[in-house]
Each structure stands twice: as C-alpha cells, then as structure tokens.
C-alpha cells in the first residue's frame, strides 16, 4: 500500500506509521518493529453479491467448516499475543456473520484496530452505529465504477445505490469510511469521477487496487490496464491529490498491489522537484516495497493461513492447530521463507531492476499466474526497460 498523499504532500495519517518508520525498515515478520503484521482475516466466504473480480470466488450460499465463534475469540487471542496491530475484518461479506459485532468487541477489547472491508450494501444506520461504538477505526467500502458500472460489475443491480447510502450512512454519524477501487480496463476512465464523488460526499479516504489475477479475477488477465493505460491512470491520481492539498481539502489516496507506483511518482519529481523527490526517496527506502509475507499476512474462513488475501493458493498452516504468530516465523514453508527474503530468488525484469529495494519484486501473485513461476517478474510493472536500468 502507497501512500500518494504521504509521498507528495508529506500528510500523516494512521497507516504510515506502519509503512514509514525506521521502525518498518529490514522487519521479516511483522509491520513494524516489536508487531506483527497487519492481518487479512475472510471471517466468512458468504457474500450477496457476485462480483467479477472476486479474488475469494464468493457467492451467497453458507460454506460448511468456517471458524466458529470460540475458534474466532481463541485466533484472536493469538494474534494480540503476537502484538498485530490491525485485523481487517474481510470476506465475502463480514457483516453476513452473525457474531461479527462479538468478534470486533473483543479485538478491540485485546489492543488490536479493528477494520472492516465490506461492499457497503449492508451497512445500515443501525450496523454501523453499533460498529462505530465498538470501536471500528475504519470502513472501506469497495466501488468499482460509477452506478450501472459498479453494479455490473458487483453483479447486482442497486448495489451503487447501496453502498453509497452506507457510505453516507457511516458519514452521518462520523464513522471513518473510505472507497476501495479495483483498476482495470473497463473502469480507469472513471478514475476522475471517484475523486469527484469523495470530493462531493465528503468521503475522506480511497484506495485504489490494481488488479491482482486470482479467484475470478484470474479469469481477466486480459482486460487489466496496459502500461500506458496505468502510468495515465497514475497521472491522473498525482493531479488530483496535489489539487485536493492545494485547496486544503483533507482526503488521504493510495494505491494498491504495484509498488512501481512509488519509483514511478520518485522519477516524475526528480527533474523538476528534486527536493521532493529525495523525501520521496527516503519515504520508499523505509517502506522497502512489497511485504506480503512479512508486514501483511491473511487468514481464510476456514482458519489457513496465507501470504495475503489474493495468494490463497499457497498455506502454511492452520491457526485450529497452532498459533497464528508460530506459523509466521516459521521458514521450514519455503514460499513463506522465500517472501522474507526474496531478492535472491526474483526472475526476469524483477531480478536485474535498479529499484528491487525499493519495490521487492512487486506482487508475486500476479507473477504466478502468468507464469505459473511464483518468482518470475510482475507482468503489470509499467516502468519502461529504460527507467528500470535495463
């Protein structure tokens, strides 16, 4: 996760003390010095939605096997003894889990950010009060175009509608909510919309995700941007942050899944801001790149434990038979050991880069499934040869 605002505008938020402190320089298993990492838990793989791109392969019907309650209560036990400062609540859809307020309570309860990531057609005034009292310090709500291209996509007709009425239902009661925006073909156009309707409804935060190749995802390796299509994409979001600061305007934008967004925003400002450009230097240098596997971990519905969300192909363990902190510092999991110190086992473009300390091979998923070699070179780095150093 990069913090566009962070690196052009120097603004603070809570993550970057997670990805900009000289506590986060050199970690192998956590997101910071004396944490763990931040941790992607799918509480349920239940969803009412069906969305295209649904790295989970989701669908709305109930999945036999998930974590139960006192399963739950027990991970989460783990996970403050291993000191993780955030647990994003994931799925499918969390709130279509029925003990999601107990399990939230209770994070909260053992010092750890409890976070949700929802497609925001359940969030009711009622839901997200009872969120907010719980102590929730974020809700991201995923959009994916403006009306009928959202809802095209999410596979239900309504569900902008929706979500956006939660959104502003979160707002009302002051809730901190923000957008999550996937990045492909057929909704980059849309980019300059999304930065006009958080501008319009006073929605202080966006992500915006480049398209990662699993679950049915993987099925649209075609229709991601093209390189020129993303360093547009990038543009356009560089414009606008530094427009939105200008005007004192206090929205936070990251980008998501591509780390050659940093090297790409670092060689834009060195000719002409060369001051800038060094703090952004520096800024990177700290955050040292991708960190699946050392600052982000993930854990399914059934208790597996995986390098991140979108790499649920590959499990170390399970937290029904040890500890989530164990399973993590344990290297016998030659994916698991590779990612804590990967440079040596990059391929292709990734291995000969100039900037490998501050990308770390970017996101290895998206290698593997062009590939099929988890270590090859991410196929959706837009750097030219030339600004690599090739």
């Known amino acids: 996760m990069i913090s566009i605002t962070k690196l052009l505008c120097d603004s603070d938020y809570y993550g970057d003390t997670l990805r900009y402190s000289l506590g986060s320089r050199g970690q192998v298993h956590g997101a910071a010095q004396g944490h763990g990492p931040v941790v992607v838990w799918n509480c349920t793989r239940t969803c009412n939605l069906s969305c295209i791109h649904c790295y989970s392969n989701s669908e709305s019907k109930k999945y036999e096997g998930e974590l139960t309650t006192r399963e739950a209560l027990r991970f989460i036990d783990d996970l403050a003894e291993f000191r993780v400062p955030v647990i994003l609540f994931s799925g499918g859809e969390p709130l279509l889990r029925n003990d999601l307020m107990e399990l939230v309570a209770y994070a909260k309860e053992k010092g750890i950010r409890p976070t949700i990531s929802t497609n925001g057609t359940l969030l009711s005034p009622q839901n997200i009060l009872a969120l907010k009292n719980l102590g929730v310090g974020y809700i991201g709500v995923s959009l994916d175009g403006i009306g009928e291209n959202n809802d095209r996509f999410r596979g239900w007709q309504g569900a902008y509608d929706s979500a956006l009425e939660g959104i502003r239902n979160c707002i009302e009661v002051d809730q901190r909510v923000g957008l999550r925006f996937t990045i492909n073909r057929h909704n980059f156009k849309e980019i300059n919309d999304i930065l006009d309707l958080i501008e319009k409804e006073n929605i202080p935060r966006v992500c915006f995700y480049h398209l990662v190749y699993s679950g049915r995802g993987s099925k649209m390796i075609d229709e991601d941007?093209?390189?020129?299509?993303?360093?547009?994409?990038?543009?356009?979001?560089i414009e606008r942050t530094r427009d939105f600061h200008r005007r004192g305007l206090q929205k936070e934008i990251l980008t998501v899944d591509n780390h050659a967004d940093g090297i790409y925003i670092y060689l834009k400002l060195k000719e002409?801001?060369?001051?800038?450009?060094?703090?952004v230097l520096e800024l990177l240098e700290l955050n040292g790149g991708n960190r699946t596997g050392i600052a982000i971990g993930a854990v399914d519905w059934y208790g597996n434990v995986h390098p991140d969300q979108f790499t649920q192909n590959h499990t170390f363990g399970n937290v029904r038979e040890r500890k989530f902190g164990e399973i993590w510092t344990d290297n016998s999991?030659?994916?698991?050991?590779?990612?804590?110190?990967?440079?040596?086992?990059?391929?292709?473009?990734?291995?000969?880069?100039?900037?490998?300390?501050?990308?770390?091979?970017?996101?290895?998923?998206?290698?593997?499934?062009?590939?099929?070699?988890?270590?090859?070179?991410?196929?959706?780095c837009y750097l030219t040869d030339e600004e690599i150093g090739l």
Do not use: H, Q, Y
Not at 226 to 237: H, P, Q, W, Y
Not at 272 to 279: F, G, M
């Open 225 to 237: 941007t093209t390189r020129v299509e993303s360093r547009a994409a990038l543009d356009l979001i």
């Open 272 to 279: 002409k801001e060369p001051e800038r450009a060094r703090k």
């Open 333 to 380: 999991k030659p994916v698991l050991a590779g990612l804590k110190d990967r440079k040596k086992l990059l391929k292709g473009r990734c291995a000969s880069c100039m900037w490998l300390n501050l990308c770390n091979g970017n996101f290895r998923a998206r290698a593997e499934a062009v590939s099929g070699d988890f270590w090859e070179s991410d196929p959706a």
